[in-house]
C-alpha cells in the first residue's frame, strides 16, 4: 500500500504517461455561448421554481412541423417497413430526389447556375459550418463579422487556427470585421487580404441583411484576391424584399469563389430532426502549397463520405416535402407566424426607448437598451425581474457589447406575455 507521502510522486509519475490534449481547447473561453444561457437559466430555476420563464434566447423554434411534411415523414417510415422499400444506407451526399427538389427551388428558379451534384445533404448548417475548415490550410488568414455566429470564432480556435485570447475580447490571428449601427451592420471591405471569410445574411445575431451591391462587393474581393466566401444563408427563407438576394449565387461570379450553407431547421422546423445543405461548385479552386490547383468539391465529397453516412431517408423526404405545392403554402405560413412576432418585438421594444434593428427580413431582433447597459447586466436584470430570457450581445463578440438579441421563435402568446413584462419593467 502507498504511503500518504508518496502518493503524488505516484500520480506525477503515472501522469508523464497519459495521453495529450488538445491545448487549442483552452483557449476557449467559459462556455459555449448557449449552454451558459442554460446553465444560467436552470440555476434561476432551481432558485425559484415557481417562476414562469419566457425564453427567447435560443433560435429553437415553437411550431410543429406541417402536415405534408408529417405525412412525407410517415410514408418514409412506413417504407423502411417493407422488404421491397426498405432502405439502409443512401448515398452519402443525398438522395437525388432532394437535392433535385433543392436545386429548382431555391436556384434554379432564382437564375443561380448549381447542379445536385454540387449539393451535400447533412445533418446541421452548425456541423457544415464547424467542419468545413478541415479541407483548408492552417496557414490561411481568416476573417469574421463582428459579432458574430460563436460557431465560427470556436472551430477555428479548436483546430489551432488562432493565437490566445485577448484583452479585447478577441484571439489573435483571426481578422475581426466590426458590423455596427453606424456602418448598417455591414462590415468594411479588408484592408488587407483574408484567404477565407465568413459571411452570414440575414445576419445571425443583428438581423440585417445585405443587399445585392453590398454583396457584389465582397465577390469582386473575392476573385481579385483568390478569397473563399463561407456564406451561411440558414435564414433566407425569412427574406420578404425582393431586391435582396435569397444566395449569394445570385451575384455573377461567386461560383468562382463562395461555399453556401442552408439549413431546414428554421425554415421549416427542422431543429429536431436534423436536415440541411452545403453547396460547393465545381468551379470553386484553391491552391496547394506549391501554387498547384485543386477543386475544393473533391475535398469536401471526400471528406464527406469519410466522416458522413447520410441523413436518414424520412428524414430527406419530409424535407423534399416543403417544396410541394402544399408543403410550400404551409411552411410560408410558419414563417409568416415568426415574423408576426418579430414585428411585436420590434414594435413593443422601439416604444420601451430601445434601439431596434433587424426582425423585417429575419427572425432576430437586435437591440441596445439605450441605457448604457451591459450585455450580461441585461440579460440579468431580464431573468431576474422579468423572468425573460434572451442572448447577451457581447457573447457574439465585442462589437455585440451593449446589444442583446431576442428569438421570434417563442410562441405568440410568450411574445405579448414578455413584451407586457419589459413594460412594467422599473429602470
Known amino acids: 500500500m502507498l504511503r500518504e507521502e508518496d502518493r503524488f510522486f505516484y500520480i506525477w509519475d503515472k501522469n508523464k504517461q497519459m495521453a495529450r490534449i488538445n491545448e487549442n481547447y483552452l483557449k476557449l473561453q467559459a462556455g459555449y455561448l448557449f449552454p451558459e444561457i442554460g446553465r444560467r437559466v436552470r440555476e434561476f430555476q432551481k432558485e425559484n421554481p415557481q417562476a414562469d420563464v419566457i425564453k427567447m434566447g ?13 405525412r412525407a415523414f410517415h410514408e418514409g417510415v412506413e417504407e423502411m417497413s417493407g422488404v421491397d422499400t426498405f432502405k439502409g444506407y443512401g448515398p452519402e451526399q443525398g438522395y437525388d430526389f432532394l437535392r433535385k427538389a433543392i436545386v429548382q427551388n431555391e436556384y434554379t428558379n432564382r437564375g443561380a447556375d448549381i447542379h445536385a451534384d454540387e ?21 490561411n488568414i481568416i476573417a469574421v463579422q463582428d459579432p ?7 472551430t477555428s480556435v479548436m483546430a489551432g487556427r488562432t493565437g490566445k485570447f485577448t484583452e479585447k475580447g478577441t484571439y489573435d490571428g483571426l481578422v475581426y470585421m466590426p458590423c455596427t449601427a453606424e456602418n448598417n451592420f455591414i462590415p468594411e471591405i479588408p484592408s488587407e487580404k483574408v484567404d477565407i471569410v465568413f459571411l452570414c445574411y440575414p445576419n445571425n445575431p443583428t438581423g440585417t441583411t445585405a443587399g445585392k451591391m453590398e454583396l457584389k462587393k465582397w465577390v469582386d474581393y473575392a476573385l481579385e484576391h483568390k478569397t473563399v466566401i463561407l456564406f451561411d444563408a440558414a435564414y433566407e427563407a425569412y427574406i420578404s424584399d425582393r431586391e435582396i438576394p435569397h444566395s449569394i449565387y445570385e451575384i455573377e461570379g461567386a461560383r468562382e469563389v463562395a461555399i453556401e450553407f442552408r439549413s431546414f431547421s428554421k425554415t421549416a422546423g427542422f431543429t429536431g430532426t436534423r436536415c440541411a445543405y452545403i453547396v460547393i461548385p465545381k468551379s470553386l479552386m484553391a491552391s496547394t502549397g506549391d501554387g498547384e490547383v485543386k477543386p475544393l468539391h473533391s475535398l469536401w465529397f471526400r ?23 402544399e408543403g410550400k403554402k ?3 405560413e410558419t414563417i409568416q407566424y415568426y415574423m408576426n412576432n418579430a414585428r411585436v418585438l420590434r414594435e413593443s421594444l422601439s416604444k420601451l426607448g430601445f434601439w431596434v434593428y433587424g426582425g423585417v427580413n429575419s427572425p432576430y431582433v437586435w437591440v441596445n437598451s439605450g441605457r448604457g ?27 455585440g457589447e451593449g446589444y442583446f438579441r431576442f428569438s421570434s421563435f417563442a410562441t405568440h402568446e410568450n411574445v405579448l406575455k414578455a413584451m407586457e413584462r419589459l413594460n412594467n419593467l422599473k429602470w
Open 58 to 70: 435560443i433560435g429553437d423554434v415553437t411550431r410543429p412541423l406541417v402536415p405534408a411534411v408529417i
Open 119 to 139: 449539393v451535400f445533404i447533412s445533418d446541421g448548417s452548425k456541423c457544415d459550418t464547424g467542419n468545413i475548415l478541415e479541407i483548408f490550410g492552417q496557414q
Open 148 to 154: 458574430v455566429y460563436p460557431v465560427y470564432v470556436d
Open 303 to 325: 471528406r464527406h463520405t469519410t466522416k458522413f453516412n447520410g441523413v436518414s431517408y424520412p428524414v430527406q423526404k419530409a424535407a423534399a416535402a416543403i417544396y410541394s405545392q
Open 330 to 332: 404551409e411552411v410560408r
Open 373 to 399: 447597459i451591459k450585455s450580461w447586466d441585461l440579460f440579468d436584470k431580464l431573468l431576474n425581474e422579468a423572468h425573460v430570457v434572451g442572448t447577451p450581445g457581447s457573447g457574439f463578440g465585442p462589437s
